[in-house]
T-cell receptor
Framework: AAGVIQSPRHLIKEKRETATLKCYPI?????VYWYQQGPGQDPQFLIS???????DKGSIPDRFSAQQFSDYHSELNMSSLELGDSALYFC?????????????FGSGTRLTVV | AQTVTQSQPEMSVQEAETVTLSCTYD???????LFWYKQPPSRQMILVIR??????QNATENRFSVNFQKAAKSFSLKISDSQLGDTAMYFC?????????????FGKGITLSVRP
């Protein structure tokens, strides 16, 4: 079965650089969520999109922006990277109508800022 | 806002024994869902079990079952016949029910080690 695809799997950036993380949802999933999980921490919700519109916003820094495209894939853009941005970034996708068994996480992108 | 509390940072259990992981939550919502997710060393987030708050019957999935106490806002996970592959981080999570999927609020997690 198709899963949520995240790219890249690993990314190393220097401070003050920019990073772009990509997420390709499961086909026919119209909602995408981004979570940030710091080392030894629980995942924190950043932002979500439904039908290409932002549907909810969490603790996302102003240096980060995201969007969902017409093919439903999403990109998280992170600028002026800081050491504290080093984390595992998860994308999840789901149908809009509630169906938790359709709420699927990708394998994550591990971002290391040096 | 919802909060999810997992007060035990680590637990250890002997293979084939039973272990219970605790979770409490706080919310003013009446309709919501609760979940347990497993995160093994691969860091993949895997759904273990879910519970709809409007259902009184505790959810069960093979060796995994929950004890859901709505009035006490408690949601514990029982793992029976523990296996080495159960070694992982376990997160309790909350989702407000609005008819649509929404964000998950996670607890801090508990590291479970299964000893051979």
């Amino acid at each position: 079965a198709a899963g949520v695809i995240q790219s890249p799997r690993h990314l190393i950036k220097e401070k003050r650089e920019t990073a772009t993380l990509k997420c390709y949802p499961i086909p026919r999933h119209d909602t995408v969520y981004w979570y940030q999980q710091g080392p030894g921490q629980d995942p924190q919700f950043l932002i979500s999109f439904y039908e290409k519109m932002q549907s909810d916003k969490g603790s996302i820094p102003d240096r980060f922006s995201a969007q969902q495209f017409s093919d439903y894939h999403s990109e998280l853009n992170m600028s002026s990277l800081e050491l504290g941005d080093s984390a595992l970034y998860f994308c999840a996708s789901s149908p809009h109508r509630y169906d938790n068994y359709g709420y699927t996480f990708g394998s994550g992108t591990r971002l290391t800022v040096v | 806002a919802q909060t999810v509390t997992q007060s035990q940072p680590e637990m250890s259990v002997q293979e084939a024994e039973t272990v219970t992981l605790s979770c409490t939550y706080d919310t003013s919502e009446n309709n919501y869902y609760l979940f347990w997710y497993k995160q093994p060393p691969s860091r993949q987030m895997i759904l273990v079990i879910r519970q709809e708050a409007y259902k009184q019957q505790n959810a069960t999935e093979n060796r995994f079952s929950v004890n859901f106490q709505k009035a006490a806002k408690s949601f514990s996970l029982k793992i029976s016949d523990s296996q080495l592959g159960d070694t992982a981080m376990y997160f309790c999570a909350f989702m407000k029910l609005t008819g649509a999927n929404s964000k998950l609020t996670f607890g801090k997690g508990i590291t479970l080690s299964v000893r051979p």
